[in-house]
């Protein structure tokens, strides 16, 4: 499994957001040059994340971007499932397109396991956690 920029740009403009979130909407622009990011690539995910409920998008000049929720209530799973879609390490975890072997195939407890390690990890972190940890490295 690897993880895209989208998914890990998602979890940086997230991240941002809410370490930002007690002065209003957060602008695309500040958040680009803070993370040395591409504002058009930005624009994108920032769509995707308000188009599903996870960020509050906001017009004019004191626009921009706010959580809709605590970053309690966001976890690192529930951001990168919605960028990146599904997270299985094979397709036949994910959902997707099984292949043509996978009713004598000897390795679906293995590949099941991973999965629920990957997913139980993701989901364990919040985006306060991060904070948190952002914060103490400081």
Known sequence: MKISTKGQYALRLMMDVAEHDGI???????????????IKYLE??????SKSGML?????????????KVPEEYT???????????????????GEDRCKVCC??????????????????????TLADLLKEQTQKK
């Open 104 to 125: 004598e195939c000897s390795t679906p407890g293995f590949w099941a396991g991973l999965y629920g390690v990957i997913n139980e990890y993701i989901d364990r972190y």
């Open 76 to 94: 690192v799973g529930s951001i990168l499932r919605l960028t990146e879609g599904s997270l299985a390490p094979v397709a036949c975890m994910g």
């Open 44 to 49: 994108q995910i920032a769509g995707t994340l």
């Open 24 to 38: 209003g909407f957060v602008s695309l622009k500040d958040v680009a040059a803070r993370e040395n990011l591409s």
């Open 56 to 68: 509050q998008s906001g017009r004019g000049a004191q626009g921009g971007y706010r959580l809709s």
